[in-house]
């Protein structure tokens, strides 16, 4: 039997994860691995701050223990990627960050990306997390939408401000790709795309579609040795 | 039906797309996209100067124009990426390259990518396409084995220098992943990474995984908005 | 007898060519190599999209060929470069596209570097050029004027645009140098500068600077050798 | 009173908190604040893995909020930074980490900084720290002395290692100044100089170096306000 | 006796060291080193130009010369370092630019750092400076409050101008920190970090703290040693 | 009358400018700008050090006043560019540098360029430098030939040195073009790229190329105006 990818979604939010659930659909298939979404129970409703980024590592670490046996990759479902080294560390199974895997997605589709962050305080994070990644002579900017949890359930003013954003990252900052930077936002892609006339990268769908061409291989790797 | 994916291998070797299709064979699978690989008749035996780089490009869009009709992606199968800005702007498909997608893949699995070449003369022209992707920051070294074509063929000694080049990259310029700097290689990759000790991308099998993700969402798109 | 320095058009617009003939007739010495500027019979009237950059490569490598007997040097005078490395592997002469030699040449005189482009098609482009170049931390912007064909051939409207265009550079993105991103335009830089209060660089006139520099010092050399 | 400076060192060691406590003693003065050096109890014994520097995060910070009242700023003495950001985020005071300061401070000292790591899987870590920083350009090499915990305690074994790799680090690898990446090591700092022959940072005194001079202004300050 | 920081201001305006004596108050106590702040008898009134950079070099290396048997550390108070790496060579004391401790500073304060200039022809020295520095990746924008020497005496109308430039670099240029980019310039710090609402570094400060603590590190060493 | 370009080795070394003279005759022509080198009486026999660097700034700078009527353009002949900019705020002439103009060409001629400098202590300075110039990404390394004054002399010594430091650079650095960092060597060039099997750019002839190159330019463009 194939390994399972494991979509970690960080937060304790159901929500959002059936929201990546079936963002991450089209990429099942019958003889391929299963894709298995879940949420971190032990997580805070939603990851907004640097202290929530860093509090949910070790419950995560926890969680990916138990799941290690029938994984053959694990996706962590949040933008910042809360402890994606550590999880490298810990598995023998390859890791997936969305933050890293949406970037390195865009970088084939436009040559300067811009972000959509749902808020301020989250895109000095980011910079720090592209610097990281050396992409930064890549990057146009990252602008927030602005809007606080409330306000996010208002799915036409979160597409509205999506659109505002998007439309400024192209116009003032060069941007000529976007990346969703943030989880279970897939529903609003296509929509966004058409607005903003540039391509639109989910994070999650980019990490996911690496993570099942690695098992893949890694699978049929095994069968060929044995 | 789904759209397939063109994976043109730019040389007129069948040798060599014999390999490539061998190598994305796992990411087959009976509800995706087809993963249809071709050789480029008109081309040349091995693309190896800047001008054989330069000379495919008009070959390449006719044939992905024939093709057209049934992609829903392309894969360019040589390590130079001839022909991407090309293709996209001709094409209404995403088009993948192989050394952009090994490259980006590799930024997954290390802090800093090592580049197995074949020719020395490919480094330049190497290095001057990693500058225009941006990531010179996390490049450690990219090094030829030095093998004309006829000893290519001896796989015992291809192997072998793939090793050795391998190791000083590890050793003396601190890669910790490396890319294989060419397409039709893929049958070395799990040696070479035994040998080396460090996660091996075969630069095919990186691209192709990510044109089958991006189908898949397409396709599931497409459905869903008709 | 000196050898001569070829600046191909590789377009094969006259009209063009006799421009870029008048802009560097004054790099001319009765003592010093010919500067010979032809058009590519073969090129298409104009290079706009990556297609087209790629496309006048090979017919530019033979015209090339045909010349090398009593090249000192070439200039590709067209803003993308196209060919510069394989026509460098072809040739025992040293090669100098305008993109390049004007960047370069932008670098002594200002601290950041805009850029005058004609279609915003264009602008992903050489952005992945400067990059390559290895040059993004001296870059202001790169905006286009976002003229057609037809526009272009009524000179008051072009000029007042490429003002506006430089001025937005200046002001908004802290360019203290300009570089005229396409062949054919030196009639119009001096009004530019004077319009827009920084230097302008015509790039064909800064490749020739350097080919003829290149020719009389190779030629002095070599009858030092002998 | 003036408030405190107060140095974490983040692991359970309290022969690690003494030679901090040493090594930081002549930054006291009788009218400067207090520099109280304490151990995180709830610690590992020391920080070797990203998973123990993720893991020490929330005990830190909740160490934090107990000793907010008589802050003044805080130094997060582990050359990993662990909960830098999350702690600036919690805090109303300024945060040090040793690994910016140290960092920062050889930058005023020599052109190219080599830093000398303890174990060879801390290397990436930092080298996507140094990416965060921007800091990159002015990076020699980063290289362990890969001695273990029991090893560390034979002291004329770890400063001749230090000694051999801050010698590989100059010669081999252009650095002009060495960080020590490690707390607690300020013991051998000056015989490494001495035996290298380029200044050597002790990152917490870098870093507590910066907190006092903060906190002495910030209080003038206050008192210059009321 | 402990040595003495010998702050220059390479002016020869006594109102400016007076101002510089001021901010620096805070960082004496009774124990630590002397800080002693003069001006460049020979200097010009105001360092504006390059010409003025650079001319102040070799007077101030003369002063310097006078003050070494007593000096711990050395600190240029002047935006534009001049002289920082001659007397590096000149002097067996550490030497601190206020330029250089002031970015440095500033990137433990902020992801991306501003500066107000107080000319516009200071901005692209600043920026080779900051190029030579390698912290380009860090940096937002450099802009001038575009005042006159007799303008700047003006107080309200300067600390006017700085909030505008403050909230310029913040609000359009993504600066998260702000550097005072002159000395002299400390007390209208408070005033316009109130301002902009994001923190403000005074350079002078930046780089006496520096050296403070590296002469008290230096002097318990060598008390230490004999 | 054509203006001249006056070219000046800011040293005292009348063998030194007797070198560069002969270095650039070949850029002379019958009707082009008279090209007049010249030593500075004021200046050190030699420049060695950052002292000598900043000290020759003043009166070369008024040295360039008194040429300033005829002049055309000026090129600074130390490898150092000293007042490069100093010189560009006072004249109303464009001032080349032989180290920006050396390393400019250089990129024209390889991906990465290596530096062959006289002294260990200039390659710190070297580096400065090519950050302010943004091109540390082209850079490959920067090793002295370590002879002191008197070595100089020995002609079969110093170009042996050369040789062994432009393989080191070619073969343990991957530089593909060398830069010679230093005036008045250009009579070692052709055997050096002999020996080493790669370009080798005199910085002193590439500056008088570009520097020719703009006066021929200026002229006709007075004369189209007037």
Chains 1, 2, 3, 4, 5, 6 share one sequence.
Not at 6 to 18: F, L, R
Not at 67 to 85: M, R, T
Not at 148 to 156: K, P, Q, R, Y
């Amino acid at each position: 039997m194939m390994s399972s990818v494991y979509v970690i979604n960080p937060n304790s939010s159901e929500a959002v994860t059936a929201e990546i659930d079936a963002a991450v659909a089209p990429l099942r298939s019958s003889d391929g691995p299963q894709i298995i979404c879940l949420s971190l129970a032990g997580g805070p409703p939603g990851i907004q701050s640097q202290r929530d980024v860093d509090g949910v590592i070790p419950p995560m670490l926890r969680k990916a223990e138990e799941l290690e046996e029938n994984a053959g990759a694990y996706v962590i479902a949040c933008f910042s990627d809360p402890g994606l080294h550590a999880l490298r560390e810990q598995s023998r199974c390859r890791v997936f960050g969305i933050a890293e895997c949406g970037v390195l997605t865009a970088l084939t589709l436009g040559q300067r990306f811009g972000v959509i962050a749902i808020l301020p305080t989250s895109v000095p994070r980011h910079l720090r997390y592209f610097g990281a990644m050396g992409v930064i002579d890549r990057f146009a900017a990252d602008l927030p939408i602005g809007l606080g949890v409330t306000e996010l359930s208002n799915e036409a003013r979160t597409l509205s401000r999506m659109i505002e954003v998007g439309r400024a990252l192209k116009a003032d900052h060069g941007a000529d790709v976007l990346v969703m930077g943030c989880a279970g936002m897939a529903r609003f892609r296509a929509s966004l795309e058409d607005a903003v006339g540039i391509p639109v990268v989910d994070p999650t769908q980019a990490a996911v579609t690496m993570a099942v061409g690695h098992v893949r291989l890694l699978q049929a790797s095994v069968r060929h040795q044995s």
